[in-house]
């Protein structure tokens, strides 16, 4: 049970920061499209990447030093492009500003939240080598590992669910264009960040 606290604890806190896959996940919650889709999504590649980690992936990746090369560059990338998208819907305003309105299909939001997953190093980094490491420390780092999706599947539901609380305030223009912009921040500075790395 400790050890199940343990990841939980872990988890959570290396989920809860704001980035590229959490801002994605709340417009999401807050434009009510795809919602239980994009939240099982993220869960589960979680789950993916936390089993990984703690079942000795990080000795793979080491091994791997091509893996470790291209990734944060197709991360970069896909990051930029993102963060541009965002900046532009945040000027323009427009269909980015009608929280029902119509949106990208099922398919289109996946594949983008798969990029926001998968290509993200940061993601890797904490689920896989991070979690990986610490779940070492543990006397049974399997159910640490356990502890920590479920961190990631209440995190990922709550903040994609609980988005609609935030309704009243996104019903102004202005607050869906502070959110684009936001994001295209966060974006470009995780972009920035994996090119000073």
């Not at 801002?23 to 990984?52: E, N, P, T, Y």
Request: aromatic share 12%; hydrophobic share 60%; proline share 4%.
């Amino acid at each position: 049970m400790m050890s199940y606290a343990a990841g939980l604890g872990t988890g959570l806190s290396l989920i809860v920061a704001i980035g590229a896959q959490n801002a994605f996940v709340l417009k999401q919650g807050l434009m009510r499209q795809h919602v239980f889709w994009v939240c099982l999504f993220c869960a589960l590649s979680d789950a993916v990447l936390i089993l990984l980690g703690v079942t000795g992936m990080a000795r793979i990746v080491a091994a791997a030093p091509l893996l470790a090369d291209v990734m944060p560059w197709a991360g970069v990338t896909f990051l930029i492009w993102y963060g541009a998208r965002s900046f532009r819907a945040a000027w323009q305003g427009g269909e980015a500003l009608r929280p029902q309105g119509g949106g990208a299909t099922l398919g289109r939001t996946l594949a983008v939240i798969a990029a926001l997953t998968w290509l993200n190093p940061h993601v890797w980094l904490d689920t896989v080598v991070l979690l990986g490491a610490v779940s070492a420390q543990w006397p049974d780092p399997l159910v640490f590992g356990l502890g920590a999706m479920t961190g990631s599947v209440l995190f990922f539901f709550a903040l994609g669910f609980g988005a609609r609380l935030l309704a009243p305030v996104f019903a102004r223009p202005r607050a869906w264009q502070v959110l684009e912009a936001g994001i295209g921040v966060v974006m470009w500075s995780i972009a920035l960040s994996l090119i000073a790395e």
